[in-house]
């Protein structure tokens, strides 16, 4: 049998905050306006040091490869704020799961976008590298004062570094919180951007210092850890898409909730063995459990219900529970290993 | 791949601690190949001209106009004679590629063509030329930021240096 709850929430005097036919707790809740507030924010934040970095930038490699990152920063901002206006529509005849799944789009969508442009940045760096590039930097002159323009860059990258690094901080326990797994990625590729502001610096000084390299340098190390993030990303997005195991926020271990909706239901007396799915469509899970009654009990229907209404009770993520009394579990489903995280 | 992360923090705090050891040294930003450095030693600023009428002339003597004077000024300014070579524009590209000569001038604009070659000084002169506007600058050699910077510092403090030849 299946059936979805959707008057549970209300009842217990829900958020009103939805994802489909889930309604947020309270603090999920307050946690998705907090979430979409600093997203936005950090759109806008971004959108200026874009501006900034490349009035500055002059020819130096390491600058416009900070720049580039930047810009790909406004990505999974973009992709969060679009997959959970689309997550929170219910679902339609033609989408009967709903429209979580947008998250794994925004995600996937983030992490190509990533690996490609750090892939690109990696070559050109190279290139500058291999062909001895000595990037010229002059002076400017700004109200009536001329002065070395490396010092403009320097002071750009301060500003694009410290944003970073207190907005990923501030979104990263949000992430867990929601399990959404854009949110997570974002925050954790912000909260080491200061490096790369870092990077671009030690690039700009280098050159000021007479040696050439260290701009190509400093920007080939930037472009290799925007590949390292896109690889990351790329991964999890897939595997997220590919129906692998719920997995934690920050996709270091299996869900325990993988293992405690088989552990909810062999406690129900009419209950011999279960054996259960659990896969993450962004930020719910999807529950298919087959339980196998004890020998010669004919679960009734409250009984199915009442085992539905266990599992949806563990976690407000276990929304769409789906229980299949079965004369013997599916061989089609392997046993999970006894230490999931 | 933490790693990249630890050597971009070392490499930073090297080299801001290089910056700041030197407390921002004199010759900041350093010339890579320290044209600079050795016109100031040998007292000899190389100078390639190619013919624009106006900016730089070249008869039997020395080249003679606008960019010639500015360059005669900017010699003394660096204690230095300067020794000229009038070849054409791709010529003196490749002088300066060489390290041969540190300096180029010609009436080049901020539009010509060799700004993947050659470091271009920010303008320091606009002309009206047939309706548009003409952005002289002048080259010197790719990442030599010395010389550039020193260049641009002394154009920038030249009065006559904005106004039409």
Redesign the interface.
Same mark, same amino acid.
């Given at each position: 049998m299946s059936r979805v709850d959707d008057s549970a929430g209300s009842e217990a005097g829900g958020s009103g905050h939805w994802f489909g036919h889930a309604e947020l707790p309270p603090e999920q809740a307050e946690a998705l306006t907090r979430a979409k507030r600093l997203e936005v924010i950090t759109v806008v934040y971004m959108v200026t040091c874009v501006t900034v970095v490349f009035a500055t930038a002059g020819s130096s490699q390491a600058m416009k490869t900070a720049w580039v990152e930047d810009a790909l920063a406004l990505v999974p901002p973009l992709a969060f704020l679009v997959s959970v206006h689309f997550g929170r529509r219910r679902p339609t005849a033609d989408h009967p799961y709903g429209f979580h799944r947008a998250t794994g789009v925004g995600h996937l969508t983030a992490a190509i976008a990533l690996l490609a442009v750090g892939l690109l940045l990696a070559v050109d760096s190279t290139m500058s590298l291999l062909r001895a590039?000595?990037?010229?930097? @002059?002076?400017? *002159?700004l109200l009536g004062h001329?002065f =070395?323009a490396?010092w403009l860059m320097v002071a750009a990258m301060v500003y694009t570094g410290i944003g970073p690094f207190i907005l990923g901080r501030m979104k990263l326990p949000l992430a867990e919180q929601l399990h959404d797994k854009v949110l997570f990625a974002d925050a954790d590729m912000q909260k080491?951007d200061w490096?790369?502001a870092?990077?671009a610096?030690?690039g700009v000084? &280098?050159? @000021?210092? &007479?040696? =050439?390299w260290?701009d190509a &340098?400093?920007a080939l190390?930037?472009s290799?850890?925007i590949v *390292?993030d896109g690889w990351t990303n790329l991964h999890y997005a897939t595997t997220a898409l590919m129906d692998e195991r719920a997995r934690t926020y920050d996709d270091e271990h299996p869900h325990p909730l993988t293992r405690r909706v088989d552990e909810a239901l062999a406690v129900l007396p009419w209950v011999d063995d279960s054996r259960s799915r659990v896969r993450d469509q962004g930020h719910v899970f999807h529950v298919e459990a087959f339980v196998r009654p004890a020998s010669g009990r004919h679960p009734t229907l409250d009984e199915l219900e009442g085992a539905a209404d266990v599992l949806r009770e563990l976690d407000w993520k276990v929304h769409d529970v789906v229980v299949v009394p079965v004369a013997d579990l599916p061989e089609t489903i392997p046993a999970p290993e006894r230490n999931p995280g | 791949?933490a790693e990249?992360?630890r050597?971009?923090?070392l490499?930073?705090a090297?080299?801001?601690l290089?910056?700041c050891g030197?407390l921002v040294p004199d010759d900041?930003?350093?010339? +890579?190949?320290?044209t600079l450095d050795g016109v100031r030693e040998a007292g000899v600023l190389r100078v390639g001209a190619a013919p624009r009428r106006g900016w730089i002339e070249v008869g039997d003597a020395e080249p003679a106009g606008r960019e010639a004077r500015l360059v005669a000024g900017f010699a003394d300014h660096l204690a230095a004679e300067v020794e000229w070579t009038v070849a054409g524009e791709e010529e003196l590209v490749r002088l300066l590629d060489g390290g041969e000569i540190d300096l180029a001038v010609g009436g080049f604009t901020d539009t010509n063509a060799w700004v993947t070659e050659v470091?271009?000084?920010?303008p320091y002169s606009e002309v009206e030329v047939d309706g548009t506007t003409e952005a002289h600058v002048m080259m010197? +050699?790719?990442?030599?930021?010395?010389l550039?910077?020193e260049l641009?510092?002394w154009l920038?403090a030249q009065p006559a240096a904005g106004r039409a030849p």
């Open positions: 590039e000595h990037p010229p930097i @002059g002076t400017v *002159r001329t =070395w490396g080491a490096m790369t870092a990077g610096i030690a000084l &280098g050159i @000021g210092l &007479g040696l =050439w260290a &340098g400093a190390l930037i290799l850890s *390292r | 791949m990249i992360r050597v971009l923090l490499a930073a090297a080299v801001l290089a910056g030197s900041f930003p350093a010339d +890579p190949d320290g470091g271009l000084t920010r010197v +050699p790719m990442g030599e930021n010395a550039q910077s641009e510092r920038d």
